[in-house]
């Protein structure tokens, strides 16, 4: 099981946290995701994922994803 965290700014409330959880979700091997309300986020996949993929599946959405 590979993880990456990383740290999504631009939240500005749950909302943004519950749309974020569900994109993140749907790229192929994403087992699980937590995502904080401060932006601190985890997934975990069984193969690695770059940050480069988690900004596209965010892309439009207004975010940022930068490392921790």
């Given at each position: 099981m590979n993880e990456t965290t990383f740290k999504i700014n631009g939240f500005h409330c749950e909302a943004c946290v519950k749309l974020s959880t569900l994109k993140i979700k749907k790229i192929s091997y994403v087992t699980e995701v937590t995502i904080q309300p401060d932006g601190a986020s985890k997934v975990c996949a069984s193969r690695v994922i770059a940050?480069?993929?988690i900004?596209?599946?965010l892309d439009g959405l207004g975010y940022t994803v930068t490392s921790i």
């Open positions: 940050r480069d993929e900004s596209e599946a």
